[in-house]
């Protein structure tokens, strides 16, 4: 399978899009699946578009900005009188991150595309256990245990792909990153029943 390509094992597991990108541009070097590398390149060239705020210039993930909007749109949906706006929102925010694209162009994007999610839901996952804040109780004076923020963090992910789908209507193209939460969801749950 091409996840398996030796010049692309930490692709999928690499946070800094600066470091991706060279991964990215030595798997093409090989021409090993210069459709499926090319497919790649456009998925992280939409995903770390260029964002200028303040004279400051960077690159913003915007598959995780399009998570965090996910999760908060699943824990304050939005009054009946703004769901279709809401629907619309979410759908042109899937458009610009090219989720309908991909999602269409063919069953290889498809799959690249979800190992995309599966690499963002990855990352919020990571960035929990990593983040101060949310793994301390008490106004940030306690640390939690780890099983506590195991079970926070995987009530999240449920909360992601359980409780949005009754908010809004889901585009097919999302299911992609909801099936990302899941297995993302299933890893945690394993992972604390290992450390059991």
């Known amino acids: 399978m091409e996840e398996d390509r030796r010049e692309l094992r930490d692709y999928y597991v690499e946070s ?16 090993s699946d210069p459709e ?25 993930d915007g598959y995780l900005k ?17 769901v279709k706006k809401t629907q619309k929102r979410l759908e042109r925010e899937l458009e610009e991150l090219g989720f309908f694209q991909f999602y269409d ?24 256990f990593s983040d101060r804040n949310y793994t301390s109780m008490i106004l940030g004076m306690m ?3 780890e099983g506590r923020v195991q079970d926070k963090v995987s009530k999240d992910l449920k909360k992601l792909y359980e409780d949005l789908p009754k908010v809004v209507e ?4 999302l299911e992609l990153m909801l099936s990302a939460a899941k297995e993302a ?7 604390s029943s290992e450390e059991e």
Not at 105 to 128: D, I
Not at 185 to 191: I, M, P, Y
């Open 16 to 31: 800094s899009p600066a470091r991706r990108r060279q991964i990215l541009n030595v798997a093409m070097e090989t021409q």
């Open 36 to 60: 499926a590398d090319e497919i790649r390149l456009q998925i992280w060239k939409l995903r770390y578009a260029k964002a200028r705020e303040n004279g400051k210039s960077g690159r913003a």
């Open 66 to 82: 399009l998570w965090m909007d996910l999760r908060y749109l699943a824990e304050n949906p939005p009054g009946r009188f703004s």
């Open 105 to 128: 162009q063919s069953e290889q994007s498809r799959m690249l595309l979800f190992q995309e999610c599966l690499h963002t839901a990855r990352l919020y996952v990571k960035l929990c």
């Open 143 to 145: 640390p939690m245990k």
């Open 170 to 173: 889901i585009p097919k193209p």
């Open 185 to 191: 969801e299933k890893e945690v749950s394993k992972r």
